[in-house]
């Protein structure tokens, strides 16, 4: 086989119609073998070329001939010193970290270390391992990138006017009884006709999808029985996983996904990926060696600073990607590049985002990474939303993340479960989560949609779960019920497990009403958990990572409960959309109409009137008022125009009995019509202003009053 010089750019397999260039970085390494493996049956390579050619530490060759579908891996020669974090082992095959796809997944044996595993001695890590891992290893692919992107246009709807859907893409179809069983659990099943119908129908604007880059599956959880559902465990940050393909696994599966981008493009749906850069699947010092560790540990990863053979760990995984080393950086940023132009998705949650933006030794505003975010000009222009932490010292950055960010707004879920549950002195935070947490964003210039609202994530209780259980329900996950998050707080209301007793159920369904209607009617872009529109339950598990069964598939066969929240949501989300004043682009500044009382809003207590600052620190308040002035937006349309809206009105009692509430507005204005009611949701009526409102029991309820003519 003829093999030429090649060229160090760009990085990966690159098939230029004739042949493809392949290109490695390897800083320390000394030698570089490419394996090439003839179908993915293949216990070991069928040819193994060395690379002599090396250009800016980038290990480089050409071969003409090899066509897309060709399977590969590298073998790196170097030294084993891990007292020096060099962990070299040219027994073990690697996976190309700019491989663009993957296929098979890793069977897993003792093979996959790079070390004894079975050796008593503690030190083990330190021992060499000379077996081969390549029967066992599963294969970089090279593809053929050309794809029929037609007419498709990038939605680019505005981050303020956005609701976000998170789901994970094969438990959001896999029971789906609408769409052919070979596309359920798939990319080909998301994008079906039946999938993305579903979600217009809904009215979201983005679907957020759980980690699809290649990811490893635990030997901890495959010894068990059990999967990485969440997939947060990644190993190829260019590669789409190939489990979630019904096309194929050599490269069917990128053209998979790009026609699922653009079915949901033609429906005006956005896609943002869940990406998990903090961190690869390799683990600590015992963990596997599939790629990084093995092509060049000291780049790749944070080490211990005078003790290189341990990693520094702001991710509780074990590891910690080294944002600090250019081309790490660099592989980061490629990726990005990546997935916006050649996947032509719409934006990117970084999953524990604040290890990604530290600097030496803490967070830091002023890292490389944010710094090249923000100069890049594509990166720059997609929507980019952070989890504000990790789990190192000073890892909670909500509220600090720069301009062109939006954040998970942790401490909004925190205070609207509280609230719901009736604790006391909630209301003055409150105010702030629904009116777009200014306290948190206005300070550096950003606006209520650095706010990501959401009361349920993925990681968490679902919904109807959040109100149906005291106590986790984890035993399925094989650790003794002693995963995933303990204090839960009680939010539900005060009854574990499945009841008959319909006054209980009736509270359970007002519950979740309540808080789906406080999402999305709160200032910042709502998420919604997927399957919480309808009230999807995982049986009280609440960290379900490696439930790849019907604890986490979504249920779709309804009941009558199930029908009606979703109903109820539909109309949550239309109303949202149809009222800017709900959505609006900057923060309220309680502005007045020139000569007027007439404020952009105001804070209302039950008797009309104006919460006085006394009452804002009074403990036991837990009913308010919230309205919105629609006549003093002091907003623009696209075209210019200003924005003018109607007066809205929330009305949120989270005490445990009635309350009357007189509406504000004078004798002679226009009547207050009622657009929802928690604790009634077919209701439908008129009020007039002064007008005394029966607000029941652990109710909201939002009203309407129309724009005058003469304003």
């Avoid at 082992?89 to 796809?101: G, H, I, Q, R, V």
């Avoid at 009547?671 to 007008?691: K, P, Y």
Wanted: charged letters at 25%; glycine letters at 8%.
């Amino acid at each position: 086989m003829n093999v030429w010089p090649g060229k160090p750019y760009p990085l990966g397999a690159t098939w230029d119609g004739q042949g493809v260039n392949f290109a490695l970085f390897s800083e320390n390494a000394t030698g570089v073998d490419l394996c090439l493996f003839e179908s993915p049956q293949d216990e070991n390579e069928r040819m193994r070329i060395r690379m002599t050619e090396q250009t800016d530490y980038v290990w480089h060759c050409y071969i003409p001939g090899i066509a897309p579908g060709q399977l590969y891996g590298y073998r790196v020669y170097g030294a084993f010193e891990p007292e020096l974090g060099h962990r070299f082992n040219p027994n073990k095959l690697l996976l190309d970290p700019y491989a663009k796809a993957i296929s098979g997944r890793v069977e897993w044996s003792n093979a996959m270390f790079g070390y004894p595993v079975n050796d008593p001695d503690p030190d083990r890590d330190l021992l060499l391992d000379g077996e081969d891992s390549a029967p066992g290893m599963n294969k970089s692919v090279v593809v053929d990138p050309a794809f029929d992107w037609g007419d498709d246009k990038k939605p680019n709807t505005p981050l303020h006017d956005s609701i976000i859907y998170e789901l994970h893409v094969k438990g959001y179809t896999k029971q789906n009884p609408h769409i052919d069983p070979k596309m359920r659990g798939t990319y080909a099943g998301l994008g079906s006709p039946q999938a993305v119908d579903y979600l217009k129908s809904l009215g979201v604007t983005a679907v957020e999808l759980l980690p699809v880059h290649h990811f490893i599956n635990d030997k901890t959880l495959v010894d068990k029985g059990l999967n990485n559902y969440w997939g947060y465990n990644s190993i190829g940050y260019f590669a789409p996983y190939s489990e979630y393909s019904c096309a194929g696994g050599l490269g069917e599966q990128v053209r998979e996904f790009k026609a699922m981008v653009k079915a949901m493009h033609a429906a005006g749906i956005e896609v943002i990926l869940d990406v998990v850069y903090n961190h690869t699947a390799e683990g600590n010092h015992f963990g596997p060696t599939l790629s990084f560790k093995g092509i060049d540990n000291v780049s790749y990863y944070r080490l211990v600073n005078n003790d290189p053979r341990y990693y520094m760990d702001y991710t509780g995984t074990g590891n910690t990607l080294n944002m600090l080393h250019p081309r790490s950086l660099q592989l980061v940023m490629d990726s990005l590049r990546y997935w916006i132009t050649e996947m032509r998705v719409d934006g990117f949650r970084f999953d524990l985002a604040a290890t990604l933006a530290r600097g030496l030794h803490e967070v830091g505003k002023l890292s490389s990474f944010l710094d090249i975010i923000h100069q890049d000009p594509l990166i720059s222009q997609v929507k980019l939303i952070a989890e504000p932490w990790d789990i190192g010292e000073g890892g909670y950055q909500v509220g600090n993340f720069p301009v062109l960010w939006a954040e998970w707004n942790g401490k909004y879920r925190d205070t609207v479960r509280r609230f719901w549950k009736g604790d006391e002195s909630q209301v003055a935070e409150l105010a702030y989560r629904l009116s777009g947490s200014s306290d948190l964003y206005q300070h550096n210039g950003r606006r209520p949609s650095a706010s990501i609202n959401f009361i349920i994530a993925h990681d968490g209780f679902t919904l109807n779960d959040l109100v149906s259980y005291n106590q986790k329900h984890n035993v399925a996950n094989g650790e003794n019920n002693m995963d995933g998050e303990s204090n839960n707080h009680s939010w539900n209301c005060g009854v574990e497990g499945s009841t008959d007793d319909p006054a209980i159920i009736k509270l359970r369904e007002r519950q979740k009403r309540n808080f789906l209607a406080t999402l999305l009617f709160s200032q910042g872009v709502p998420m919604i958990c997927g399957g919480d529109e309808y009230g999807r339950t995982q049986q009280g598990n609440n960290n379900a990572y490696c439930q790849d069964n019907e604890i986490s598939w979504y249920n779709w066969n309804w009941s009558e409960c199930e029908q009606e929240l979703f109903k109820f949501t539909k109309k949550l989300i239309k109303i949202r959309r149809e009222f800017p004043v709900l959505h609006r682009r900057k923060f309220f500044q309680g502005r007045r109409i020139r000569g007027t009382d007439i404020q952009d809003i105001r804070w209302v207590r039950p008797d009309g009137e104006d919460m006085t600052e006394e009452e804002w620190n009074t403990s036991f308040v837990r009913v308010l008022g919230m309205l919105l002035n629609g006549q003093v937006m002091d907003e623009y349309n696209e075209k210019g125009e200003r924005l003018k809206d109607d007066v809205m009105l929330l009305l949120f009692n989270g005490y445990w009995d009635r309350q009357p509430f007189k509406l504000p507005g004078k004798v002679g204005e226009p009547e207050w019509e009622v657009l929802v009611d928690t604790f009634d949701q077919d209701a439908s009526r008129f009020a007039a202003c002064g007008e005394i409102l029966d607000l029941k029991p652990r109710s909201l309820v939002l009203l309407r009053q129309p724009l005058r003519n003469d304003e």
